[in-house]
Structures are given as structure tokens and as C-alpha cells.
């Protein structure tokens, strides 16, 4: 299963050339993901542990311009998450109304106490949150 999230490019999002700015394609994706950590409210199924998804790295591959005023679908999925349920990768698709894709993203993610600074397991409900919505890759 896969998270949706729709968005429309504003002005402010395009460069010169009157496409969406290479830096706004990580700021659709990571809002994407933040979205669905409020959504199913991650932090609160980490209780009483205090974690939350920090970023080892990340990655996007542009495919097709994105214009001023288009509407964007961006899904978001996972996978390889460990098995010590700390660490995992987060994948986003941004596609057109027409469903062609216009962006690939990833981004390897692991958990950390808000508290501590450590990467720390997650609980069990959200492990299982993240495995409701991980994929296999193609």
C-alpha cells in the first residue's frame, strides 16, 4: 500500500526557466512524508519513547519538468526496514495528472530519541505501521 498526497507548484516554487526548482522536488517529498507521520501520528505510537525519523541520505531523479500551477501526486512507500526496526527506506513517485512519473525519490532514514540523540528501535506499532505501507521494488 502506498501513502497519496496532492499538491499544486506555486510561483514561488520555479526558477527562471518556469519549472519547479530542483530544491522544491525534496520539499513536495519530504512534506509528503511529514504529512503521513502526522497523519498515522508515528510519534505518538513511539510513546513512550520519544523518536522520531532523522535522514542518513537521500536522492531524486528528475524525469519530466514540473510547471507553475500543476497539480503533482506524490506516493510514498517503504522498505528494507531492519530488523532491529531502526533504521528503513523511504521512497516517494511524484507523478502528473496523467499518472507519468516526473520524480523519483529515497531516502534512507533511521529513528533517533529526541531525547538521547541516539538511533534507537522503534516500537512495535509503528514498525508495523511502516510495514503496513512497504512495497517491494520493481
Known amino acids: 500500500m502506498k501513502y497519496l498526497t496532492e499538491y499544486k507548484v506555486l510561483s514561488g516554487q520555479v526558477d527562471i526557466t518556469n519549472h519547479l526548482s ?19 501520528k508515528f510519534s505518538t505510537l513511539n510513546q513512550p519513547l520519544d523518536l522520531w525519523p532523522v535522514v542518513f541520505n537521500e536522492s531524486c531523479e528528475f524525469f519530466k519538468e514540473v510547471m507553475f500551477n500543476e497539480p503533482v501526486f506524490i506516493e510514498i512507500f517503504f522498505t528494507d526496514l531492519s530488523e532491529k526496526k531502526h533504521k528503513y527506506l523511504c521512497h516517494g513517485i511524484m507523478k502528473n495528472k496523467n499518472g507519468e512519473r516526473l520524480a523519483y525519490w529515497k531516502s534512507l532514514h533511521g529513528v533517533m530519541n529526541r531525547t538521547t540523540r541516539k538511533i534507537e528501535p522503534m516500537s512495535e506499532k509503528a514498525f508495523n505501521l511502516l510495514k503496513k505501507f512497504s512495497e517491494e521494488l520493481l
Do not use: I
Open 22 to 40: 530542483n530544491v522544491q522536488y525534496y520539499e513536495f517529498f519530504k512534506s509528503a512524508l511529514f504529512s503521513f507521520l502526522q497523519e498515522y
